[in-house]
């Protein structure tokens, strides 16, 4: 009998015409539709088109057909809350960090898990792939910031930031040279890669070790495209938080300052041209559209009804996709600030989002450890 991916079907049809095509019809009534050329499915990046209800592709699960909305693929990722999520630049690998202490490599296109790696004492904050895509750095509540091979999951430094901060957040320049490392201890390290030598650290106004605002429980930290600066927001729960800087990252500057006042940040997002800020703040439900050389407000997005845990520039900067503990995912027209879907199926709050390379996937992961990964053009279209 005929098998498609470890999916047995009841009965094929063929169709001949223009197109040479199977209909795959299952004995639980679920229909999948493949081109006879490789046994391909036809759907966007690889991810097999079901019609109907039940199919399980392999590493993951179909939500039932006849619910509101179908994700691609969901799979019960981890056993915490998942923190951070990062696509491959090359969008054929997804990772995904965790309270859990373990971070994960699953096969993009079909949710197949490929790889656990495992090496932190405490949980994960934060992760990122290098730009090209063979390490990824990772930050932990344990007090050390890592990088991994990729190709084999294998340690290849271990960091220790100044001060033995906790690592909050991680990012890499655009160029791959140096990896960006947010501490509790407010103090931001720009590292050389792959030596981890310390290249300069950056102390945002007002933010200081032993300072009375207390240690930052997030950043906000993004390189402009050309990777000369570097953007800082710091989210101090208390004593009003701080200001949005932008920093040079080759030398020791005083920073530009964004005229926002004061702000308690939960996450930041630059779009991919460098003109905007998404800015979501601790404890609110609304988040920012900013002007990134003024810090002047663009709009501002309401329509969650709790918390906003992360926000997201899709790649060619149309849309935004944010996170909020009211377990939606939402999905916003960049230009103008306006909600053009609330995806609702989590159970419990979101945490982290991640759009894929070609803007086409979009993945949630959530406190319970659930991830998601949505089909932007079909929920959009439904």
């Not at 320049?173 to 290249?199: F, H, K, M, Y």
């Not at 979501?280 to 920012?288: E, H, Q, R």
């Not at 390379?357 to 992961?365: E, K, V």
Request: aromatic residues 6%.
């Amino acid at each position: 009998m005929f098998t498609a991916r470890g999916w047995k079907p009841e009965f094929i049809v063929v169709v001949l015409g223009a197109a040479f095509l199977m209909l795959l019809v299952f004995g639980s009534g679920a229909i999948a539709v493949l081109s006879a050329e490789a046994s391909r499915p036809i759907g966007n990046a690889g991810i097999p088109l079901a019609l109907g209800r039940g199919v399980k592709p392999p590493g993951g699960r179909r939500t039932d057909g006849n619910a509101e909305r179908n994700p691609a693929i969901v799979l019960q990722a981890h056993a915490d809350s998942i923190t951070d999520i990062a696509y491959s630049p090359d969008g054929a690998q997804l990772a995904t960090a965790s309270l859990d202490g373990t971070i994960r490599i699953w096969n993009a296109r079909d949710g197949s898990p490929s790889r656990v790696i495992e090496g932190h004492s405490a949980g994960v904050r934060s992760i990122d792939f290098s730009p090209d895509g063979t390490r990824l750095a990772s930050g932990s509540d344990d007090r050390t910031a890592k990088l991994w091979n990729v190709a084999d999951g294998s340690l290849e430094r271990t960091l220790f930031p100044l001060l033995e901060s906790r690592v909050v957040e991680v990012e890499f320049s655009p160029d791959g040279s140096l990896l960006a490392i947010g501490g509790n201890r407010c103090v931001v390290e720009l590292r050389r890669i792959p030596t981890g030598i310390l290249s300069r650290t950056i102390v945002p106004i007002g933010c200081a070790p032993g300072n009375p605002g207390g240690p930052v429980d997030f950043w906000g930290l993004a390189f402009s495209p050309g990777g000369n600066r570097v953007l800082t927001a710091d989210g101090r729960p208390c004593c009003g938080g701080g200001i949005l800087q932008w920093w040079q990252a080759a030398e020791y500057t005083r920073p530009e300052v964004l005229n926002t006042g004061n702000v308690v940040v939960r996450d930041l997002a630059l779009s991919p041209d460098g003109s905007e800020i998404a800015l979501a703040l601790v404890g609110l439900s609304d988040f920012w559209l900013l002007d990134a050389a003024t810090g002047e407000t663009k709009a501002v997005l309401t329509d969650h009804v709790f918390r906003v845990n992360g926000v997201e520039y899709s790649p060619d900067g149309s849309l935004l996709a944010s996170a909020s503990n009211d377990t939606g995912v939402g999905l916003w027209r960049a230009a103008d600030g306006i909600l053009l879907k609330m995806l609702r199926d989590h159970k419990m709050q979101v945490t982290a989002i991640a759009f894929s390379p070609d803007g086409l996937r979009l993945a949630s992961g959530a406190q319970d450890g659930e991830l998601r990964i949505w089909n932007v053009v079909e929920e959009l279209n439904r």
